[in-house]
């Protein structure tokens, strides 16, 4: 699927960003599909790069890695009619796997007290990219539901059993 219109130009987009960033390297690109959702992922082969350009990329706790996927997901979908409209994930040096592995813990914990309690779990401290994937891994659980809460960057994810209404009134 190399030759999916949307690997292409994702693959053009990010390796004009970084050749512009006087940061050039090689990608490898794919369609992966988790969760039931397709997604354009781009890894920036980092062997290339110093220190100073991974760590850049890379920002403080993935912040800027998570900014320029955002950046490539919104550029990217311009114009394009809705059928040829992608999701991109942009990995560096096993980022993305490192989190969602870590991600996938803290849904295992969250799961494990909300049915063990009854009562909602609140996953603070996520990034935006972070809820989404959490979202995605929650949608594994049919008696669980899930939504974000509160304005950043003090938004927050709730998790709860199904059918269960909060204190606000949100169902």
């Known amino acids: ?12 987009w990010l390796t004009e960003f970084l050749r ?23 890894t ?4 290339t790069l110093s220190d100073d350009q991974r760590s850049a990329l890379l920002g403080e706790n993935g912040a800027a890695l998570d900014a320029l996927q955002y950046l ?8 394009q009619p809705d059928y040829d409209r992608s999701s991109y994930t942009l ?4 980022y993305r796997s490192a989190k969602e592995a870590e ?22 401290g996520l990034s935006s990219a972070d809820r989404r994937a959490v979202h995605g891994l929650l949608s594994e659980y049919p008696d669980l539901e899930n939504f974000s809460q509160g304005q950043e960057p003090d938004r927050f994810l709730v998790v709860r059993l199904k059918g269960e209404s909060s204190p606000d009134g949100l169902s």
């Open 103 to 124: 991600l996938s813990n803290q849904v295992t914990e969250a799961v494990a007290q909300v049915r063990e309690t009854g009562e909602p779990s609140e996953m603070h």
């Open 44 to 47: 920036i082969d980092d062997n």
């Open 91 to 94: 990995d560096m040096g096993g």
């Open 20 to 42: 512009l960033a006087a940061m050039p390297a090689t990608l490898e690109a794919e369609i992966r599909t988790e969760h039931q959702q397709s997604s354009c992922w781009l």
């Open 72 to 79: 490539a997901t919104v550029t990217l979908n311009l114009n």
């Open 1 to 12: 699927m190399s030759d999916h219109p949307s690997l292409i130009r994702g693959r053009s």
